[in-house]
């Protein structure tokens, strides 16, 4: 079991930036790669960005360039940065962690961009 905690959520105005935390606790020696999804009200979970247990990151296309994702393997933590937040970044932001056969998903943590 995996268990999974995001913060740094809450209200950024448009420009501004971000720093999301994901805090993994369990087995988290066999994570395999951690993740970050996003999720708008009554729409599908969009991937934004993952990282290996190595630390190589990789984006969707609609990422690249505007986030950041990193690790910390001493602190079990997965941060995910934007540094030029738009109003269409407002999501539920959610950390996943894949082991061989499941994926466990945090609750999300909420961002709102205002004007």
């Known amino acids: 079991q995996v268990q999974l905690v995001e913060s740094g959520g809450g209200l950024v105005q448009a420009g501004g930036s971000l720093r999301l935390s994901c805090t993994a606790s369990?087995?988290?020696?066999?994570?395999?790669?951690m993740a970050w999804y996003c999720q708008a009200p009554g729409k599908q979970r969009e991937l934004v960005a993952t990282?290996?247990?190595?630390?190589?990151?990789s984006y969707a296309d609609s990422a690249k360039g505007r986030f950041t994702i990193s690790r910390d393997n001493g602190k079990n933590k997965v941060f995910l940065e934007n540094n030029s937040l738009k109003l269409e970044n407002t999501d539920v932001y959610c950390c996943?962690?894949?082991?061989?056969?499941?994926?466990?998903w945090g609750q999300g943590t909420q961002v709102t961009v205002s004007e």
């Open positions: 369990g087995s988290i020696a066999r994570v395999i790669s």
């Open positions: 990282i290996t247990s190595g630390g190589k990151p």
């Open positions: 996943t962690a894949a082991v061989l056969g499941k994926q466990y």
